[in-house]
């Protein structure tokens, strides 16, 4: 559903609640719910730092007891957090949908069988979501092929031409996540480039700084190469970095990423970053919180938020900055 039915159900669950006293006034609606919630990466990293900053503050808001984990990325460990969320018997959990629908669903189906509401963000499971829906299994999080294609579409507005080399860096291998990176590709290669899809490994995955040697050496081995598009927040901001040790001049490589990290926005200043996809990942932390109070205390079914808003470029960047520097944008 879009935003509008979402906040038109918050705001008639909170109708009802009062009309049928079921809370006191002073009482938020989520008051004694408990929720699990996976994050992401790197508590405090800038491809996390605004999702947290999200749930925190819905959390407070609705009365939500928030339960923080993080994973590096690694989708063995969303898989192993989410053991140990359903052993806590909360009310909610949040999972990232990275591991895919296959490696999740037994587990799902465990928690919903037990009367957890289980939900969605970041990267969808769109079986899991058809399944479980109407037991509150929503999403918070871009339309991933529309993401891709939105970031290359801000390349080849920049001058990319058919015959032009780029590569594509990203995690093609992880089932519906991977779809981003597969769009973006697909667009640059309809426009005529010629794509080279290289696979993030997961070291890199889990710290992105591990990647810049491994760039700078791609980079200085392709030397046609006109264009780099990456799909991964964290990635994007270290990609400076690996340009400049290259020997590359701002603009002299096109470059597309995602996210609004503190080194993306230095990027974006310098002229290195041509443009990043905003996913809004404040939204991504506060929906999920939503959701849970929503279909925990008002059996509401899973709601769909897209996320996905444009991309920043480096003449937009600086109307964000103060709300990025506080963990909003």
Not at 2 to 27: E, F
Not at 186 to 205: C, H, M, S, W, Y
Not at 225 to 254: C, F, N, R, Y
Not at 288 to 300: D, I, L
């Amino acid at each position: 559903m879009r935003l509008a039915n979402l906040l038109l159900a918050g705001a008639a669950a909170a109708a009802v609640a009062t009309a049928a006293g079921s809370a006191s006034a002073a009482d938020p609606i989520g008051k004694g719910l408990v929720m699990y919630m996976q994050m992401g990466g790197n508590a405090g990293d800038g491809a996390t730092l605004a999702r947290q900053t999200g749930a925190k503050e819905a959390a407070e808001a609705l009365g939500v007891e928030l339960k923080s984990q993080f994973s590096k990325w690694e989708p063995e460990t969303m898989i192993a957090q989410f053991k140990e969320a359903m052993a806590a018997k909360p009310n909610c959990i949040e999972i990232m949908g990275h591991p895919g629908a296959t490696a999740f669903h037994d587990l799902v189906k465990q928690a919903v069988d037990q009367g957890i509401v289980v939900t969605d963000g970041n990267s969808p499971l769109t079986p899991l979501q058809n399944e479980f829906g109407t037991k509150g299994f929503g999403y918070a999080g871009v339309d991933l092929a529309v993401g891709g294609a939105l970031t290359a579409n801000a390349m080849l507005a920049h001058g990319l031409k058919a015959g032009d080399e780029a590569v594509v860096w990203g995690v093609f291998s992880q089932a519906e996540r991977g779809v981003s990176e597969k769009s973006l590709a697909d667009t640059l290669e309809k426009a005529g480039l010629k794509v080279d899809r290289l696979e993030i490994p997961q070291d890199v995955n889990s710290d992105a700084s591990l990647g810049i040697p491994q760039f700078v050496a791609y980079i200085q081995s392709h030397p046609n190469l006109k264009a780099i598009g990456l799909q991964h927040g964290s990635v994007t901001g270290v990609m400076p970095e690996a340009l400049k040790k290259a020997g590359k001049k701002p603009g002299e490589i096109i470059l597309g990423g995602i996210d609004l990290a503190p080194s993306t926005i230095d990027g974006l200043k310098s002229g290195y970053i041509t443009a990043t996809l905003d996913q809004l990942l404040y939204m991504q932390g506060f929906f999920p919180v939503v959701q849970c109070v929503m279909s925990a205390k008002y059996k509401m079914p899973g709601l769909y938020l897209n996320t996905g808003a444009g991309v920043v470029t480096p003449d937009t960047i600086g109307g964000l900055v103060k709300l990025i520097d506080a963990g909003i944008r």
